[in-house]
C-alpha cells in the first residue's frame, strides 16, 4: 500500500523566495518536481530553458489583496535568479527595477515598457487595466501593444500583470498568458500572502480557455507562498505608486473639466440653433408660409408705393391695360421676374391703388 504523502507546511524557501504547498503525490521521487517548489526557480527555468519560451502571467484579486506586493516580491526574486543564472557580475537589478522596468497605472509607461526588447528581464505591468483598457480596444495604443505581447516570445522574459478583474484588460493579453493566478489569503501580519497558480489551457475548436492548476507529472501545485518584498524596494515602490497616482487624478479632473466645456458649448450651440429657429418661425408667423410668390408679392407691394406716379402717367402714354402697364415698369427697374407674379396678385394691386379707375390719355 502507497504510503500517505507527508503534508508540506507553511513555509518559505531558505533563499526567501515563494515555494508551493498543499502539495499533490509525487509521482517522480522529488526529481521533477523539485524546482517547482519555488515559483521565482519555476519561471526563471522556463526563460532560460533551451525552448526559447517565455512568461506572462495575469494577477487578478480585489483592491487590498496585495497583488501589488505579491508581484513585487516574485520580480525581485526571479531577478535574484538571472543574475545568478547569468554568472557574468551583473547585479539583480540589471534584470528588474522601478525606474525601467516597472509600469504603473500609466498608459505611456505600459506602451514604454512594452517597447522594451531586451532579453530575460522581468517586467511589472502594475494595475495594467488603467493603461491597457479591455474598452479601449480600439485604441491606436492598445492596438500597438497587443501586436508587440503576440511576438514578444522571443524576448525570453517574465511579464507580470496585475488587474483587480480579468476583464478589465484587453482580450489579447487576456488569452495569451501563460499562468493565471489569483490572490488568496492575506497573512501580512506573518509576512507574506498566498496565490493559487493555474496554467491556462486553450480549446481552440471551441474557442473555450479553461484554467486547471498547474500540473506536473501528475503533481498538483496549487498555493504558493510569497514573502514580502524587500523594504527598502517597497519604499520606492510606493513613492512612484503616489506620484502616478496623482498624475492620473490630476488628468481625470483635466479630461472631466474638459468634457463639461464640450458639453457647456454643445448646449450653447443648441440654444442659438433653437433661438434662430424661434425667430425664424416668428417671421414666419407674421407672414405665414412665405413662399416664393408670397416675397414676389411683397417686392411688388413695395414697388406700388414707390411707382404709383410712374404707372399712372405709362398708363396714360401707352393705352395698355394696367397690369401690363405694371410689367413694364417692373422691368424697367430690374425686376425680370415681372410675369412671374400671378395675374390675380397683379390685379388685386390694382384694386388696392386705385389703379383700375386710371384712364389712358
Not at 105 to 118: D, G, P, W, Y
Not at 211 to 236: G, Q, S, T
Not at 285 to 290: E, G, L, R, S
Request: proline content about 4%.
Amino acid at each position: 500500500m502507497e504510503a500517505i504523502p507527508k503534508f508540506e507546511p507553511y513555509a518559505i524557501l531558505p533563499d526567501g523566495s515563494a515555494r508551493s504547498f498543499c502539495r499533490g503525490i509525487d509521482k517522480t521521487e522529488g526529481h521533477d518536481s523539485e524546482r517547482f517548489d519555488s515559483l521565482s526557480d519555476y519561471w526563471v527555468s522556463i526563460i532560460t530553458g533551451k525552448f526559447d519560451q517565455d512568461v506572462s502571467a495575469m494577477w487578478v484579486g480585489p483592491k487590498g489583496s496585495g497583488k501589488s506586493s505579491a508581484v513585487l516580491s516574485v520580480s525581485y526574486h526571479c531577478a535574484v535568479k538571472l543574475a545568478a543564472w547569468a554568472n557574468d557580475g551583473s547585479k539583480w537589478d540589471e534584470y528588474y527595477n522601478l525606474h525601467e522596468l516597472t509600469a504603473c497605472i500609466l498608459e505611456e509607461e505600459a506602451t514604454r515598457l512594452m517597447n522594451v526588447q531586451r532579453k530575460y528581464v522581468v517586467k511589472n505591468y502594475d494595475d495594467i487595466g488603467l493603461g491597457w483598457n479591455a474598452r479601449s480596444w480600439q485604441d491606436e495604443e492598445n492596438v500597438e501593444k497587443n501586436d508587440i505581447f503576440q511576438i514578444n516570445r522571443t524576448d525570453n522574459s517574465i511579464q507580470n500583470m496585475s488587474v483587480p478583474n480579468q476583464f478589465l484588460l484587453d482580450k489579447v493579453p487576456r488569452s495569451l498568458v501563460s499562468h493565471y493566478i489569483e490572490m488568496d489569503q492575506k497573512l501580512y501580519e506573518l509576512g507574506f500572502t498566498t496565490i493559487k497558480l493555474f496554467k491556462p489551457k486553450t480549446m481552440f475548436r471551441e474557442a473555450k480557455i479553461f484554467n486547471p492548476f498547474l500540473m506536473v507529472n501528475r503533481n498538483k501545485f496549487v498555493n504558493y507562498l510569497i514573502p514580502a518584498p524587500p523594504a527598502d524596494l517597497w519604499h520606492e515602490y510606493k513613492k512612484l505608486r503616489n506620484k502616478n497616482s496623482d498624475i492620473a487624478r490630476r488628468r481625470r479632473k483635466d479630461a472631466k473639466e474638459k468634457r463639461e466645456e464640450i458639453k457647456k458649448l454643445k448646449q450653447e450651440q443648441e440654444v442659438a440653433k433653437l433661438l434662430k429657429q424661434q425667430e425664424k418661425n416668428t417671421t414666419n408667423t407674421a407672414n405665414p408660409k412665405m413662399s416664393r410668390a408670397a416675397e414676389a408679392h411683397k417686392k411688388w407691394e413695395e414697388m406700388f408705393t414707390m411707382f404709383t406716379q410712374e404707372f399712372i402717367q405709362m398708363k396714360q402714354e401707352t393705352g395698355k391695360p394696367m397690369d401690363k402697364v405694371i410689367a413694364l415698369v417692373a422691368r424697367r427697374h430690374g425686376h425680370v421676374d415681372g410675369n412671374a407674379i400671378a395675374y390675380w396678385r397683379r390685379m388685386e394691386l390694382i384694386k388696392k391703388y386705385n389703379l383700375d379707375k386710371i384712364s389712358s390719355a
